[in-house]
């Protein structure tokens, strides 16, 4: 079955930098990428995903990149502010079609603090 | 107001006595699904189901029970509980025909075994 790897576990940066949190998957079939935030003591809640068929999305102050021949998509979020603050998890997932799958791997998630 | 419900939010309970989690939701959505999430391993799925009387195993199914009977409710049971079942328990549920389908997630069940 599909695994998913995320790194790092733990990302600390200042306010107004940027961060990049990076996964691997292993099942080339897996076509939708989505990305979960989860404030502390809510449930994840999707703030962006990307297709297999587009390699960047982008939406204000975060954007997806996809490279299918290597597997990995990757996060990124500019001018990071202290509400950025979360865990923030990758999944990959085979979907599409007739037949949608829709089961979703998580990866392990990734512990971001946004320091003012 | 769209949404999945659980019940109960938070649950302390003994060694071996029967619980029931409830999960609902109100968007037609034909798959649901249960995860777990404990520290450094991210969500792990326990059950899902693609429609009313079709479940099947994810990941973490064992000690774990689920039905769907109604297109609305997925409960998850654990006939007898052990304390390595201490979770926080997330219900999910999506549209499962075509297109690439957000998954919604309920509040959470914070579940202890003593």
């Known amino acids: 079955g599909e695994n998913v790897e995320q790194h790092p576990s733990t990302l600390s940066v200042q306010e107004g930098d940027s961060a990049v949190i990076k996964c691997t998957y292993s099942d080339s079939a897996s076509n939708y990428f989505p990305w979960y935030k989860q404030e502390l003591g809510k449930r994840p809640q999707l703030i962006i995903d990307i297709r297999s068929n587009v390699g960047e999305k982008k939406d204000q102050r975060i954007a997806v990149t996809l490279n299918k021949t290597a597997k990995h998509f990757s996060l990124h979020i500019t001018e990071t502010q202290p509400e950025d603050s979360a865990v923030y998890f990758c999944a990959a997932s085979i979907q599409g079609g007739g037949t949608s799958y829709g089961k979703l791997t998580f990866g392990q998630g990734t512990i971001l603090t946004v320091h003012p | 107001e769209a949404q999945v419900t659980q019940n109960p939010r938070y649950l302390i309970t003994v060694t071996g006595k029967k619980l029931t989690v409830t999960c609902s939701q109100n968007m037609n959505h034909e798959y649901m699904s249960w995860y777990r999430q404990d520290p450094g391993l991210g969500l792990r799925q326990i059950y899902y189901s693609m429609n009313v009387e079709v479940t099947d195993k994810g990941d973490v199914p064992e000690g774990y029970k689920v039905s769907r009977k109604e297109k609305r409710n997925f409960p998850l049971i654990l006939e007898s509980p052990s304390p390595n079942q201490t979770s926080l328990y997330f219900c999910?549920?999506?549209?499962?025909?075509?297109?690439?389908?957000?998954?919604?997630f309920g509040p959470g069940t914070r579940l202890t075994v003593l």
């Open positions: 999910a549920s999506s549209l499962s025909k075509g297109g690439y389908n957000e998954q919604f």
